[in-house]
């Protein structure tokens, strides 16, 4: 039998729990969540975390939040995590090629409608 991969998985909002809980639910390890750092919600502006943070909080995933995704020492704790693939669902900005290229065997991207016909970060 093969070896689980090692996946980070990069998502913040509600539209990305279900691929995580998918990968979560695999034979796979998850290593690393990257999410958006917590914001400011609702009339009283509480900080909020990200319905991913949250899933992977639970599940006992590190959860990384950067301000800055393309400085060396981000990347420098990405390669930390020995990543095979990295699995990205609605991140919320456009990543590096240096980040893209960090894995093993690559990086997929999840986007919620075809491309690039309905391309964007709100296309359906």
């Known amino acids: 039998m093969n070896e ?8 913040t909002p509600d539209f990305a729990v279900p691929a995580l809980q ?12 990257i999410c958006q750092p917590d914001r400011k919600k609702g009339r009283g502006k509480k900080l909020t ?4 943070k949250i899933l992977a ?3 006992g995933i590190p959860v990384l939040q ?4 393309r400085t060396e020492e981000f990347l420098d704790t990405l390669r ?5 693939l990295i699995v990205v669902t ?7 090629g240096k980040l893209l290229d960090l894995p093993r065997l ?4 999840v986007h919620g409608s075809l491309l690039p016909k309905y391309r964007g970060a709100a296309p359906i």
Do not use: C, Q, W
């Open 66 to 69: 950067p301000t800055a995704i």
């Open 80 to 84: 930390n995590f020995a990543p095979d």
């Open 49 to 52: 975390p990200p319905p991913v």
């Open 22 to 33: 998918h990968l979560l639910d695999s034979p796979d390890e998850v290593v690393a969540v």
């Open 4 to 11: 689980p991969l090692r996946i980070i998985f990069m998502g």
């Open 106 to 109: 690559g990086t997929i991207n």
């Open 57 to 59: 909080e639970k599940a």
């Open 90 to 96: 609605a991140y919320g900005r456009i990543l590096p």
